[in-house]
């Protein structure tokens, strides 16, 4: 092999080129801007905080630098509870930065919001249809698939109550 002089990537050998050359660009726009950062705090926010803190609060944003460290998390903070979180930012910059081991964050804002915003709305199954989903299951032929069926009712059942 022999050596070959680009623009772009200086001294490299031919056919070896940097990591960072073979991923996409679009990936690379979210890798500078810290998406990842923000994905694992929004994954993982039950866990970092404590209970009260997340029904409380909730991120909105990261804002990082250039260096990836030192950044701005933007919470929004249900009315009424703003007090409670602006004396637990500390804690929560703490507990935010050991989990990813270096300074990630060092800054906390608040935004207020009067309701917090449920993506998912859990559906409420009406007797009827407890009823009419066991006469279904006890209707299937095979025994195996039937049994399989019932242990899945039940286990649906008892999260979902």
Request: hydrophobic share 30%.
């Amino acid at each position: 092999m022999h050596n070959k002089d680009n623009s772009k990537y200086k001294n490299f050998i031919q056919g070896l080129r940097p990591f960072s050359a073979s991923i996409p660009k679009t990936l690379k726009k979210y890798l500078k801007k810290g998406g990842y950062n923000y994905s694992n705090i929004i994954d993982n926010w039950t866990k970092m905080v404590s209970k009260e803190i997340s029904n409380s609060c909730y991120p909105t944003t990261v804002k990082m630098n250039k260096e990836m460290k030192d950044g701005t998390l933007v919470l929004n903070v249900l009315h009424g509870k703003e007090l409670e979180i602006e004396y637990a930012k500390k804690e929560i910059i703490d507990k935010i930065n050991s989990f990813f081991g270096y300074n990630c964050i060092s800054q906390i804002t608040l935004k207020i919001v009067h309701e917090k915003i449920i993506s998912k709305k859990k559906e409420q199954i009406k007797m009827n249809d407890y009823k009419k989903i066991n006469e279904k299951i006890n209707k299937v032929d095979n025994n195996q698939l039937r049994s399989s069926l019932n242990n899945f009712w039940k286990a649906f059942s008892e999260k979902n109550d």
